[in-house]
């Protein structure tokens, strides 16, 4: 492995640890939220909590939409850096399309070898079935009587 690669592994493990735990951080905002009955205030409910409320529920909301966000923008990051093509597979994926092409060659040869001698043992078996059922029918028949 090069020095790049390591890097990329070393930034996309760290990368999608940290998309985990932004996640899991958004899931225990919202579950908090909804535990500590952080809804929305009801009318009749005293000025002072209404704004503090309104003020939690918005903190919450914001708190794990930022965390769902930076585990969306993490992951597209991971995604889009390791399906970039890097400079040498190139060569590599031509050497080994050149190999794989080579293979099926030599099976596709193998076949039309395999379907040769099997056309010629048909041929065979046909000539031996024909001949076989001609000695028979020619001893089926009965002798000419002489007169």
């Known amino acids: 492995m090069t020095q790049a690669n390591i890097s990329m592994n070393l930034f996309a493990h760290y990368a999608l640890t940290a998309s985990v735990v932004a996640s899991?951080?958004?899931?225990?905002?919202?579950?908090l939220l909804l535990f500590l009955d952080a809804t929305a205030p009801s009318d009749d409910e005293a000025p002072d909590v209404v704004r503090r409320r309104?003020?939690?529920?918005?903190?919450?909301?914001?708190?794990?939409?930022?965390?769902?966000?930076?585990?969306?923008?993490?992951?597209?990051?991971?995604?889009?850096?390791?399906?970039?093509?890097?400079?040498g597979d190139a060569g590599r994926l031509d050497q080994e399309i050149r190999a794989l092409d080579t293979r099926v060659s030599a099976v596709e040869t193998l076949v039309q070898r395999i379907a040769a001698s099997v056309e010629t043992l048909v041929h065979r078996v046909e000539a031996d079935h024909a001949v076989s059922t001609s000695v028979r029918s020619s001893a089926d028949k009965p002798a000419a009587s002489p007169r």
Do not use: Y
């Open 54 to 87: 309104r003020f939690v529920l918005r903190l919450g909301h914001t708190v794990a939409a930022a965390c769902f966000a930076a585990t969306a923008v993490l992951a597209t990051v991971v995604m889009s850096r390791q399906s970039s093509p890097r400079p």
């Open 24 to 31: 899991a951080l958004g899931g225990i905002v919202l579950t």
